[in-house]
């Protein structure tokens, strides 16, 4: 099987994701539902191909390790990242399609507030949510605008590298995760000496990624990041919750001081049944939730963002409520998505008792 014609033919029906699994046909993701792509049932010989195809020269890596990840251009310049995995004796791959040029933040369905994250001067912008709520795209739109912008120096630690920035008034340096450097932990030992302004990391995995982080921010750059979290108060709490106890405080004085924004991000099904709708959530701490997490007092944050509104912040419930208000998602996928059931359910004058769909379903 041809893996050029399936990635082009997927993009055509709007597909995000592209699986190849021994036994049944090609599935794709159209909307967050996976669907055949045609009849036929894939064999071995199907697999260990597309495989070949994706790799190229890593192929050889299987034989060594369960997975590759890796990303490319295929089929008229659409840019793919993929992971090739085995299992059971055979030969799994895991295809998300990107979108064909980086879209502009307007386009993306976000509050005006989240435009002024590409003026920041410095500090710590955290874009959060589960696999499949459009962080990788909305840094990428993020650092375009900037790109576009301001005269500045970028360097990106991905992995792996998924939006490709053509340099307007930025110089941009983009660094691969195994590619042109070992680890994330090792390139970014390396990204302060190299005189960045802007610094992109693609994920805060583990202590070492987010000390530097902190410490970046601390010394005048500007970095952004994520995190699989559902929130503003779920992203401070995982970061700290990395480091030992006795030195918890010192990193939510940091945070404190360096935090900048919070975007917690979902993607929900629209209600005519076409296409997805962004929802969010936005934090940009004021004093009053900069002491919070300086005291540890977390769980305080999401009155806070309710109570500051004036300030750009909302909360997820409140942004769900709109989108209900203005046709964009029914009710009950509202309710599914919502941190609050209860007040949301008050929001958009829903009973207790109205009936639910999975959160699964929803989930990407």
């Known amino acids: 099987m041809n893996i050029i014609e399936i990635i082009k033919e997927s993009q055509i029906r709007r597909a995000s994701d592209i699986h190849v699994v021994y036994g049944l046909p090609v599935r794709i993701r159209i909307d ?18 597309i495989a070949k195809q994706l790799l ?43 979108s064909d040029k980086i879209p502009e933040l307007e386009m993306l369905g976000l509050p005006p507030v989240c435009y002024e994250f590409a ?32 005269a500045e120096h970028i360097i990106t630690l991905e992995d792996p590298i998924e939006y490709i920035y053509h340099p307007d008034k930025c110089t941009i340096n983009q660094r691969e995760i195994t590619e042109d450097t070992v680890s994330y932990e090792t390139g970014l030992k390396a990204v302060l000496r190299e005189d960045p302004d802007i610094i992109l990391i693609g994920e805060m995995r583990s202590l070492d990624a987010i000390e530097t982080a902190l410490i970046a921010a601390e010394t005048g ?11 503003a108060a779920d992203s401070i709490d995982r970061i700290v919750s990395v480091f030992p106890g006795e030195r918890q405080q010192q990193i939510r004085l ?12 979902q993607l929900l099904p629209r209600a005519s049944g076409q296409g997805r709708v962004l929802a969010c959530e936005v934090m940009v701490p004021n004093s009053a939730i900069r002491a919070m997490i300086r005291e540890g007092k977390t769980p305080q944050i999401a009155s806070a963002i309710q109570t500051s509104a004036a300030e750009g912040n909302i909360s997820m419930d409140n942004y769900l409520a709109n989108l209900v208000k203005q046709g964009a998602i029914s009710k009950v996928v509202a309710v599914e998505a919502a941190h609050d ?24």
């Open 341 to 364: 059931v209860g007040f949301l359910k008050k929001l958009i004058g829903m009973s207790s008792s109205s009936t639910s769909i999975s959160r699964d379903r929803i989930r990407r």
């Open 32 to 49: 967050g539902t996976l669907e055949n792509y045609d009849d036929h049932v894939l064999g071995h010989e199907d697999c260990d191909g």
């Open 56 to 98: 190229g020269e890593k192929y050889k890596l299987l034989e060594t390790v369960g997975e590759v990840d890796g990303s490319g251009t295929f089929a008229d310049n659409i840019r793919c990242r993929f992971n090739v995995f085995r299992q059971q004796g055979h030969i799994s791959s895991a295809i998300r399609i990107l």
């Open 221 to 231: 750059h500007l970095v952004f990041t994520t995190l699989h979290t559902n929130s």
């Open 254 to 265: 940091q945070l404190s001081r360096t935090l900048r924004a919070v975007l917690s991000q």
């Open 119 to 150: 003026k920041y001067p410095r500090g710590i912008v955290i874009v959060s949510g589960e696999t499949g709520s459009g962080k990788s795209t909305t840094l990428a739109a993020l650092l375009n605008r900037i790109n576009q912008t301001r």
